[in-house]
């Protein structure tokens, strides 16, 4: 382990979303009121292609950051159910525009979008969702939150095309892709924390502290998703297992394996990478050879200091029910299987 890599500390239980689910529940309830409402329109194939992706499950961690940020806050008002919803419409967005840019066919153990209604309905449901988020943010009358907002919206964007770009590209360093991830899903978990002390009325200070929780678990987070790509069953993931594999994107476990390959290895990686080999079996071989240079313990153990890095963030905030919610929700996606 290098030395800048801080691991987290260890607890006597496995960690659970239980606490922040708890802590979450009645303010989860006014957003989803708000995000049934605000998905409605008199196209009904919008409500019923959006209400496919919606209803599929997920975590929402984002809304839930909004929700429990507010609570480390001590903010009691209303306003941030509005924008939480609003996290949630450009999370869901960004999930339908994801899976045409990538074909993807599963998402959350379910036929994705584009695969039921087709690209170009998926492609302008996004946009509707994108539109509604904004219309959310207006409607709050914060500048400062718009500002966020838009700004994260505008960061997602520009880390998604980054990604295109440096698909296939077998050596696109570990530098670059924690700089996509922090864009491409950083960016929105910070967004989501931030604008929770701004509603709080609290100090800049707070407002960084609860950003930079949110940067850092955002990147432990797909880091864990991005070894999941490469350590557990399709059933667990709620998608095709491989699929990073088959789409040619370079994520750190891929990163770290080429790194330390042999001139043989390396060689299967180029050839894998630019698409050449895509075959199940290649899929074998690419996974025993993650397994041969410990790449996915590499990558959790990077995710693991990303999620103490968040933890730390918040350590000024006074202790209570809030405050372990968010640090138990840290040490979980960490150590999450799914």
Not at 28 to 45: E, G, K, T
Not at 258 to 277: K, L, N, T
Not at 314 to 334: L, T
Request: net charge negative; aromatic share 6%.
């Amino acid at each position: 382990m290098s030395a800048d890599i801080i691991p987290l500390r260890k607890r006597a239980t496995e960690p659970s979303l239980a606490p922040i689910l708890a802590l979450t529940a009645d303010g989860m309830n006014a957003v989803n009121a708000v995000i049934l409402d605000r998905m409605q329109s008199r196209i009904p194939l919008i409500p019923t292609l959006a209400g496919h992706l919606i209803a599929g499950g997920g975590k929402r961690m984002r809304p839930m950051l909004t929700l429990a940020g507010a609570a480390l806050c001590d903010y009691h008002g209303t306003r941030h159910h509005k924008l939480a919803a609003a996290v949630e419409f450009i999370h869901t967005a960004t999930l339908l525009h994801d899976d045409v840019v990538d074909g993807s066919e599963l998402r959350r153990g379910k036929s994705t979008a584009n695969i039921v209604f087709g690209n170009p309905a998926t492609v302008l449901v996004g946009d509707f969702l994108f539109t509604r988020s904004f219309e959310l943010m207006v409607e709050d009358g914060s500048l400062k939150v718009l500002k966020i907002l838009s700004n994260a919206s505008s960061v997602i964007s520009e880390g998604e095309v980054d990604q295109l770009t440096a698909q296939r590209q077998i050596e696109t360093s570990e530098e670059r892709y924690l700089s996509i991830i922090g864009s491409k899903t950083a960016a929105l978990f910070a967004a989501a924390t931030r604008i929770a002390a701004v509603v709080a009325e609290r100090s800049e200070a707070d407002e960084r502290a609860l950003e930079d929780y949110g940067r850092n678990l955002g990147i432990a987070f797909q880091l864990v998703d991005d070894a999941m790509d490469y350590d557990s069953d399709a059933g667990e993931m709620g998608k095709g297992k491989g699929d990073d594999f088959r789409e040619g994107k370079m994520t750190l476990p891929v990163i770290l394996a080429y790194a330390r390959g042999s001139d043989e290895e390396r060689r299967f990686w180029q050839d894998a990478i630019q698409g050449h080999r895509s075959s199940d079996a290649d899929l074998a071989h690419a996974i025993s050879l993650i397994a041969r240079h410990d790449t996915v313990s590499a990558t959790r153990e990077r995710a693991r200091h990303f999620a103490q890095r968040a933890i730390d963030a918040i350590a000024g905030f006074p202790a209570g029910a809030a405050h372990a919610a968010m640090v138990e929700a840290a040490e979980f996606a960490v150590a999450r299987r799914f």
